[in-house]
């Protein structure tokens, strides 16, 4: 029995009907080198022998009656495979675009929580590398038959077989960085398909009794004496709701720190998500960050997304004069003692620099940005946040920034989160089936209508982004702006003068966006547990 932090268990709460907290993924397999196309029985079998990797797979929560403190995962006692298991034959409709469609409905859809929290779908019956060119509705680029990365010379003039599997996994049993590290336990390093074994034995632990786990919430609850103003406000929620409303109304916050602008991507979303994404090769921003000279591959990838953004706005006739702000998370993860699952995650917020014209210029800026908040060397833990508001409070206030439109009647805290997650540069295989494209997606939030995912796999990076259309329009012009911007960088980047030493460019702060924002949250917070005591 392990219980939730703070910070996975937010993530429970956060969850609504239009903003479910899953992280997901598009994994598409060229199945060419097999003798035969993978059977979906086949891969039934060997996920099943591989379930003793990943031990959260086969736990579920475990509530607390009255929210008396935060849930557990437990052992699932009738855990049974096929129950995080679906079948789809595309057929006819066959194409990747098909493929993508698809994936962005079965996204939608939240998991289920009276079972482990995630589900895999594998599609069947489609063949890779058979578009003509150009872009699909979802904004991916048509590749054509002598793509290499999809078969090349096996290919013909049909493409070549393939299957995909279409990944959830709640956000509160991993974060993006665990994420990928679970893909990669699961799948294989050689294109020999290993002997599938018989699954380990497995023996679920006992269920905690409603006595024991009472027991536990009240030691909890005593260690921790905040959480008795989190169950007070649960046990009364829409009482609660209302009187910080009112008091949030009476707090003298200083609403103007809240810089980031307002943009096209924060208004309220709705259920629907459109996942678009393209590749573009690494060796290219390493050439760049080599042009540069003293910035990181991070600042480049940053800056990519930066300018397409900046164009993307140009072509919404949006306001580009102030910069955008980005929330970029980052891993603490040790390396000497690991979690598997659960979010070890700090972040920080990170001015983008749009309002600088020159592409190139401007990832020098990001980089002094982020050194002059010293993000790489001493971030600000998400946990700190999470110790000063329980996770009942955070989804709560969470919700009231949405319901009260903060972000449209003043401004946005961070105008969307970018994610810059480092993938194995070997092929990966299911069964001598390679690994040829990821996409990946991350959950969206109130006000929140687009997030970037960067993933690099096999010498490429791709830029994921997933978006509710119904507020950030236009969204399959994004992959063919971040050709566009590359290109403007490259040929702007041997322009750039090199930076003296200790030159640090215009209007670098010296407190990070971040400290700023938990700052005004911190003093809010005591000014309302103040207010609530009297």
């Known amino acids: 029995m392990r219980q939730l932090s703070e910070l996975d268990a937010s993530f429970l709460y956060l969850e609504s009907e239009t903003a479910p907290m899953h992280i997901g993924g598009i994994y598409l397999f060229d199945a060419s080198n097999r003798n035969e196309p993978l059977p979906y029985s086949t891969f039934v079998a060997y996920l099943r022998s591989r379930l003793h990797v990943v031990p959260v797979f086969r736990q579920r929560l475990k509530e ?36 993508m469609a698809l994936a962005s409905k079965i996204l939608e859809e939240p998991l289920k929580r009276d079972r482990p929290l995630w589900h895999i779908t594998f599609v069947d019956g489609f063949t890779l590398g058979d578009e003509r060119g150009g872009r699909d509705e979802n904004g991916v680029r048509r590749t054509s ?55 380990r034995p497995w023996q679920p632990c006992p269920e905690p ?48 720190l809240f810089s980031a602008p307002h943009s096209p991507f924060n208004r309220q979303i709705t259920a629907n998500r459109q996942i678009v ?58 390396s000497s003692l690991r979690r598997a699952t659960g979010n070890q995650m700090s972040a920080m917020l990170l001015d983008l620099a749009t309002n600088e014209p020159d ?76 690994l040829v494209r990821q996409y990946n997606t991350a959950p969206l939030f109130d006000s929140m209508g687009l997030v970037i995912v960067a993933v690099s796999y096999q010498g490429k990076l791709t830029l994921n982004f997933t978006l509710c259309p119904d507020v950030v329009a236009d969204g399959m012009s994004l992959p063919d702006l971040v050709e566009e911007s590359l290109a403007s960088i490259e040929s702007n980047a041997p ?22 924002a938990l700052t005004i949250l911190e003093g809010a917070l005591r000014k309302t547990l103040k207010r609530f005591r009297a």
Request: aromatic share 4%; charged share 20%.
């Open 64 to 99: 607390i009656p009255l929210r008396l403190g935060r849930p557990y995962w437990i052992d699932d006692p009738d855990f049974s495979i096929e129950r995080h298991l679906a079948y789809v034959n595309l057929a006819e409709h066959s194409h990747q675009s098909d493929l």
């Open 145 to 199: 038959s002598s793509d290499p990365d999809l078969g090349g010379e096996q290919q013909g003039s049909g493409g070549n077989r393939g299957f995909a599997l279409i990944v959830k996994l709640h956000h509160a049993a991993i974060d993006a960085f665990s994420g990928e590290e679970i893909i990669g336990k699961l799948l294989e390093y050689t294109p020999e398909p290993r002997p599938i074994t018989p699954p």
């Open 209 to 256: 009794s409603e006595e024991r786990v009472m027991l536990q919430a009240g030691a909890n609850l005593l260690r921790t004496p905040l959480q008795v103003t989190s169950l007070a406000m649960t046990a009364a929620e829409a009482t609660a709701r209302g009187v910080i409303h009112k008091q949030l109304r009476k707090l003298p916050l200083p609403l103007p």
């Open 277 to 334: 994404a393209t590749t573009v090769e690494l060796s290219r921003l390493k050439a760049v960050k080599a042009t540069l000279g003293d910035v990181t591959l991070n600042d480049v990838v940053l800056g990519l997304c930066a300018e397409t953004l900046r164009r993307y706005l140009v072509t919404q006739k949006a306001d580009t004069d102030r910069s955008l702000v980005a929330m970029t998370p980052i891993s603490v993860r040790s």
């Open 359 to 434: 592409p190139a210029k401007r990832i020098r800026q990001i980089h002094w940005n982020a050194v002059a908040s010293e993000p790489y060397r001493e971030a600000i833990a998400a946990d700190r946040l999470t110790e000063l508001l329980p996770s009942t409070m955070l989804a709560l206030s969470a919700r009231l920034y949405s319901e009260l439109q903060i972000a449209q009647r003043y401004q946005p805290v961070f105008n969307l989160p970018i994610t810059n997650v480092p993938g194995p540069q070997v092929p990966l295989y299911l069964q001598g089936a390679r």
């Open 495 to 516: 322009n750039v003068e090199p930076a003296e030493s200790g030159d640090a460019p215009r209007e670098v702060a010296g407190q990070s966006l971040t400290d700023e």
